[in-house]
T-cell receptor, first 113, second 115 residues
Framework: QQQVKQSPQSLIVQKGGISIINCAYE??????FPWYQQFPGKGPALLIA?????SEKKEGRFTISFNKSAKQFSLHIMDSQPGDSATYFC????????????FGGGTRVLVKP | NAGVMQNPRHLVRRRGQEARLRCSPM?????VYWYRQLPEEGLKFMVY????????ESGMPKERFSAEFPKEGPSILRIQQVVRGDSAAYFC?????????????FGPGTRLTVT
């Protein structure tokens, strides 16, 4: 029940295209869903986050869509750029479990110029 | 405002030695989390600490691993008698002591290699 499943494992997209990463969870007690971006050799950087009472959140080229009934959420990267090439992790927080984050397995995104 | 700082960035230890990983949270943050990342995998929660208290250590191996966050100084993750399977990247994250405690900011990590 603590798992967060992320797909696809890797993604290749042309410059200017849309990258879509999906995550699914089981535990309905999760109350906060952040996305992190990680470049090789670096720590994860908080990108954007959403709460389950919101269906969509947009920040610049990054949009989270949230489907509470399906227990799924996704990250869309619009107008993908080569600089977006990185590994993206979805996560979910269980406040009752002390704020710890449960991470998905990650998606390696490559944006080709 | 400096971000989360971790040192050393790279650490090589022989099997059986001790590894000490240090984490200084962002200024004003009093919550610290440690995560471990194996190659090509996601991050796995290890332990959550506030100043002088361990709040949740459900992700810590029962033996050889310990963590502390003293009143003064950085948080320390200590691994005794390291084995090859401990080779991983260890990340520390911090969050403020407020309603925004869910926003965790990560350090650059310590990459531990056990030879």
């Amino acid at each position: 029940q603590q798992q967060v499943k992320q797909s696809p494992q890797s993604l290749i997209v042309q410059k200017g295209g849309i990258s879509i990463i999906n995550c699914a969870y089981e535990n309905t007690a999760f109350d906060y869903f952040p996305w992190y971006q990680q470049f090789p050799g670096k720590g994860p950087a908080l990108l954007i986050a959403i709460r389950p009472d919101v269906s969509e959140k947009k920040e610049g080229r990054f949009t989270i869509s949230f489907n509470k009934s399906a227990k799924q959420f996704s990250l869309h990267i619009m107008d993908s750029q080569p600089g977006d090439s990185a590994t993206y992790f979805c996560a979910a927080r269980l406040k009752a479990a002390g704020n710890k984050l449960t991470f998905g397995g990650g998606t390696r995104v490559l944006v080709k110029p | 405002n400096a971000g989360v700082m971790q040192n050393p960035r790279h650490l090589v230890r022989r099997r059986g030695q001790e590894a000490r990983l240090r984490c200084s949270p962002m200024k004003g943050h009093s919550h610290v989390y440690w995560y471990r990342q194996l190659p090509e995998e996601g991050l796995k929660f290890m332990v959550y600490l506030q100043k002088e208290n361990i709040i949740d250590e459900s992700g810590m191996p029962k033996e050889r691993f310990s963590a502390e966050f003293p009143k003064e100084g950085p948080s320390i993750l200590r691994i005794q008698q390291v084995v090859r399977g401990d080779s991983a990247a260890y990340f520390c994250a911090s969050s403020p002591s407020s309603q925004s405690a869910h926003e965790q900011y990560f350090g650059p990590g310590t990459r531990l290699t056990v030879t």
